[in-house]
């Protein structure tokens, strides 16, 4: 009583147990891919490397601003601070305002700066949107002080 083996998953041909003839213009096209293929992915893998470091270099260089611009706001305060303790009655008020004004300045000029390093790493990150502000917000910020921008630009 031979009972009939049924059908394997691959069909009844058993087609994976066939010997594959293969020429060699396929062995050399084959060869050929593969090694094409290589060199896109090592391609690749080196472009993600230099966008790595560049955004690397980018943060580094930021948070080195954000350190001297620290180091700069606290020198100045101090300076300031000292200015307006000393006994001297020749130190008058105004010119510590002054003082304070310029102060005040610098502060925005430098803030501004960083908010431009900002702006170019966020660019080099590909990242899309408005910085953080609604269309309304943008409008409103450019009615107050877009004289002013105009002025000092």
């Not at 009972?3 to 084959?30: H, Y």
């Not at 101090?78 to 001297?88: A, I, M, Q, T, Y």
């Not at 501004?112 to 590909?126: D, F, I, N, P, Y």
């Amino acid at each position: 009583m031979n009972q009939p083996s049924a059908p394997s998953v691959f069909g009844t041909a058993n087609i994976l147990a066939q010997p594959l003839p293969l020429t060699l213009g396929e062995a050399v096209g084959v060869v050929l891919l593969l090694l094409l293929s290589v060199a896109a992915n090592a391609l690749q893998l080196y472009q993600r490397w230099v966008y790595i470091r560049t955004v690397y270099n980018e943060l580094v260089g930021t948070f080195n601003s954000i350190g001297w611009l620290l180091v700069r706001c606290m020198s100045r305060t101090e300076e300031l601070d000292n200015r307006g303790k000393v006994p001297d009655r020749y130190v008058a008020e105004s010119t510590v305002l002054r003082a304070f004004r310029d102060y005040s300045l610098e502060t925005e000029f430098l803030l501004r700066v960083l908010h431009e390093q900002l702006v170019g790493m966020a660019k080099t990150l590909s990242v899309r949107g408005h910085w953080g502000y609604s269309q309304e917000e943008k409008k409103r910020i450019e009615e107050r002080y877009g004289a002013k921008l105009k002025r000092v630009g």
